[in-house]
């Protein structure tokens, strides 16, 4: 099995991602970065020179606040005035979920054995990493590197993913190949399915997991080609497209999630919002531009709600 000869992986070689693909020890012992080592200084002055336009993109989705069956626990966002001379704002939400856009921290996933989480963090009281290991508050420093759009509803001539056809390893590097792009080590890899467009076009609702997505087999893509971190608007791929079990037997599929987070060490970027950019993108004729994102410094956090941009 492998992206050259276009096979997804069949269960017991899904397995052995956890091992094949582990970066556990990679960086020492008391890493805190994961895949975000890739983003070397070098890196980051390599994407400043991709700004051209001066055109900025966010790439978020709106702070998800009406309750619906894909968030059945919407987000309170309150304003208060009174006498205060000004305005107050309380804002209170699940940062995880298929409707707001955030950052996966490193201990938001545990291993298969469900005892520790990435590089071997300890797991503590309430199932969360001793002494605060891979939690989000070590990436407060945020995210500069080159971002790379990989188009796949263009690649394929479609409008989105189809339910039944998950996007596989090999087709990334088809896109890329498509689009002139050269992966390279550090690049925020931004996986396109149409998600905004499924929705329009088809009349479905959302719900909590999603039609369609990524395949495990986009694993692979990654770690060979050194990314260091993947953003997403379609997540893992339903069970029933993977061909493999879920990983701990969960309805919600996490095949992706599941050896991103606590084996590679790789942040993820969930819900993102890139139909804009994929316009701008296919008008310029370029798909490679400086990405820039930062979490909340939330002490303790499995994740962060994010604001990711896309700078011409």
């Not at 970065?33 to 051209?52: D, M």
Request: hydrophobic residues 40%; proline residues 8%; aromatic residues 10%.
């Amino acid at each position: 099995m492998g992206l050259e000869d276009r096979r997804p992986p069949s269960p017991e070689e899904y397995a052995a991602y956890r091992e094949r693909f582990s970066n556990w020890g990679r960086w020492g012992e008391d890493d805190e970065l994961g895949t975000l080592n890739f983003v070397t200084p070098e890196k980051c002055v390599e994407a400043a020179a991709l700004v051209r336009e001066g055109r900025s993109i966010s790439l978020s989705r709106p702070i998800d606040t009406q309750a619906g069956p894909a968030n059945p626990f919407p987000a309170h966002h309150f304003l208060a005035v009174g006498e205060s001379g000004g305005m107050l704002d309380y804002l209170g939400f699940f940062i995880h979920g298929v409707t707001n856009t955030h950052i996966d921290a490193l201990c938001h996933l545990a291993t298969e054995a469900g005892d520790a989480y990435y590089n071997g963090a300890e797991m503590g009281p309430g199932n969360m990493p001793v002494d605060r290991t891979g939690t989000i508050e070590h990436w407060r420093h945020g995210v500069v590197t080159r971002g790379v759009l990989y188009d796949v509803p263009r690649l394929r001539g479609t409008d989105y993913v189809e339910p039944g056809e998950p996007v596989h390893g090999w087709e990334l590097a088809d896109a890329a190949a498509a689009q002139g792009v050269e992966p390279s080590p550090g690049d925020a890899v931004l996986i396109r399915c149409g998600a905004d467009a499924y929705f329009r076009l088809t009349g479905e609702t959302q719900q909590f997991t999603f039609p369609a997505g990524v395949h495990a087999s986009a694993v692979e893509f990654l770690y060979e080609t050194e990314a260091a971190l993947l953003c997403w608007d379609f997540q893992d791929a339903p069970t029933a497209d993977q061909g493999i079990p879920s990983p701990g037997g969960i309805p919600v599929p996490l095949h992706v999630h599941h050896i991103l987070l606590p084996y590679m060490g790789m942040p993820i970027i969930d819900n993102a919002d890139f139909e804009e950019l994929a316009k701008s993108c296919a008008e310029l004729g370029r798909w490679t531009f400086q990405f820039m994102t930062a979490p909340l410094v939330i002490e303790g956090g499995t994740g962060s709600p994010v604001n990711p941009l896309a700078v011409l």
